[in-house]
């Protein structure tokens, strides 16, 4: 074994770690050394958003010590900024050992002096950020791997706004951490009394806010009888989802029940994410046995959404996170301007990587569109510097993320899910499905497609190949894709744009991150994007065509994914 992982194993092995701990250890030296090692071999990274990893023993694994070693650092930075009277908020979701992981959060922080709000059961990590802002907390803690598999578990740490940390507060925050060398340098107990208990209070308080956010509460009135399909896909959904469609006056709402208990063996799904189709199954099979109007899934923290429908053929579907999108961002602005809402300052957002349609939407409104780096704390950064001067309305983004309204800073699934069926009724008041919206808006605006390859680089070198591939575009960006030219490439971690043709170049006026784009002479953009928390990189294809009529739609969709196809064959990635 490598001495400098052997030095780490042998520390914990001498350290004041649980006895349990060491006799693990001891386990895996004699039956699998390459485990050990690989639960040694780094310290996992305190991130720009927190920590996640698998579960275990170890320095590179998510445990009660690098849970308890990261919240000293945050606590130190916390107390750096405001002093001595800081409050925090501390949630977590229905994951194995997120409940412990959140105790162990509060009780660091506690010992610390720090006055703590948490939460007395699993809750969906939205609530988590409203809280912040309603009790005026000067950071927060949620423990959540979000949509990953039943290994792993995290820790996502917020600042006084209720978003995920942004410059220089997670950069600050990461400084600290590294400062805690030794479990010995963490307070473990002592501030119990500092820790309060919070529920129902708080739920009755986000639920009323999210009320607050409907258009047409009339219409919800009329069409109470919609039929809903929600799954919560073992996850915390199931804390909040029902009541929030029940204030919006839904009252014909079906739980998939082999999904409703929270279980963070996740026992019915590989990946409970909404994403997949997988995942999605039980619920889709529930909705066409009922004939519903709508099937809507959450992710195990609630931050994320799915949503199925029928198609024009009466078949079940499940829209993708940039569909649904176009159909929210288009419903809130054409909403609020038939109700006389809109005003000259709304503003929308999404992510450079989430489909340009919705640029044309807000475009054709006369509305602003601001792009910004992926991830909702870059949507809530650009909401507070434009706080008083421009008022925001919706953000999203293609991973099956909305924002409805400003009174949080993060994704939310749950107001996602109250705003897609007040949608999908005002449609059916209509006469319409949500589907054939969408396709109206094509025919509109033309056909926008999108499609995402992901490929996993897994193990103790998967990092450093990713890197290579990231370099190798950077260098030697190709000149033609699927024989379409490439015109131009945009390096925002150089913060440089360039035409490739002319050889003229300009700087991006965002925060360094490690994204490529690709910008075809056809219109097409491709986006390579390395994860921040998971050993993997994101290829985003974007393509659009132009759409004469509804009739049109499935060969025009088809041409489009034909087109992406071929442009990963093409870049090798299939």
Not at 4 to 15: E, F, H, M, R, T
Not at 42 to 69: A, P, S
Not at 404 to 415: H, N
Request: hydrophobic share 35%; with cysteine.
């Amino acid at each position: 074994m490598d001495s400098n992982i052997q030095a780490k194993v042998d520390s914990w092995l001498n350290g004041n770690y649980d006895q349990p701990v060491k006799d693990e250890i001891k386990k895996l030296q004699s039956e699998n050394p390459d485990e050990l090692a690989d639960a040694f071999y780094r310290n996992l990274e305190f991130g720009t958003g927190g920590l996640r990893g698998i579960m275990g023993i170890g320095t590179n694994r998510i445990n009660k010590y690098t849970i308890g070693i990261a919240t000293q650092g945050y606590a130190n930075y916390l107390k750096k900024c405001f002093g001595d009277n800081v409050k925090v908020a501390v949630a977590h979701d229905c994951r194995n050992n997120s409940r412990f992981f959140a105790e162990t959060t509060a009780n660091v922080f506690a010992a610390n002096g720090i006055k703590v709000y948490l939460f007395e059961a699993l809750r969906p990590t939205p609530e988590l950020s409203y809280t912040i802002r309603y009790l005026k907390c000067q950071g927060g803690v949620v423990c959540t791997a979000s949509h990953n598999p039943k290994e792993y578990n995290g820790y996502k740490a917020y600042w006084d706004d209720g978003a995920q940390m942004v410059p220089p507060h997670d950069t600050n925050t990461i400084i600290e951490v590294d400062k805690i060398t030794s479990v010995e340098d963490v307070k473990w107990s002592g501030g119990e009394e500092n820790i309060t208990i919070i529920g129902k209070d708080m739920d009755e308080a986000y639920i009323n806010m999210v009320a607050g956010l409907s258009v047409y509460p009339e219409i919800c009135k009329e069409q109470h009888d919609l039929k809903i399909v929600f799954t919560p896909i073992h996850g915390t959904g199931i804390m909040l989802v029902p009541q929030v469609l029940a204030k919006f006056g839904f009252d014909n709402v079906h739980i998939v029940e082999e999904q409703s208990t929270p279980d963070g063996n996740f026992p019915t799904v590989v990946y409970p994410n909404p994403e997949e189709k997988e995942a999605m199954s039980i619920g889709l099979k529930k909705a066409q046995e009922l004939d519903a109007d709508i099937l809507l899934g959450t992710d195990p923290d609630a931050d994320r959404v799915g949503i199925g429908v029928k198609n024009t053929e009466g078949e079940w579907v499940l829209m993708n996170g940039n569909q649904t999108a176009v159909l929210a961002f288009n419903y809130m602005i054409e909403a609020r301007k038939t109700k006389g809402l809109s005003e000259p300052n709304d503003m929308v957002v999404k992510t450079i990587v989430t489909t340009e349609m919705i640029d044309a939407i807000a475009k054709d409104n006369n509305i602003t569109c601001y792009n910004v780096l992926t991830g909702f704390k870059w949507i809530a950064a650009l909401i507070k510097e434009k706080e008083g001067k421009e008022k925001y309305i919706i953000g999203g983004e293609e991973s099956f993320g909305l924002m409805i309204g400003d009174e949080l800073r993060d994704k939310d699934a749950v107001s996602a899910v109250a705003l897609l069926c007040e949608m999908a009724a005002y449609e059916k008041s209509q006469g319409r499905s949500l589907y054939a919206k969408l396709i109206d808006l094509y025919v509109k605006y033309g056909i926008y497609k999108e499609g995402l390859i992901s490929i996993t680089k897994k193990g103790m070198n998967g990092a450093t190949e990713i890197a290579d591939m990231m370099k190798g575009y950077r260098d030697n960006p190709p000149q033609t894709i699927d024989g379409v030219a490439v015109t131009e490439l945009l390096d925002y971690d150089l913060q440089v744009g360039k035409n490739l043709q002319s050889g003229e170049s300009w700087k991006i006026d965002l925060p360094k991150s490690n994204v490529l784009q690709f910008a075809l002479s056809d219109g097409t953009k491709i986006s390579a994007r390395p994860s921040g928390t998971e050993p993997k990189i994101k290829f985003y294809f974007s393509v659009n065509e132009k759409l004469d009529s509804p009739a049109a739609f499935e060969a025009a969709a088809k041409a489009c994914d034909d087109k992406i196809a071929r442009m990963a064959a093409d870049l090798k990635l299939k």
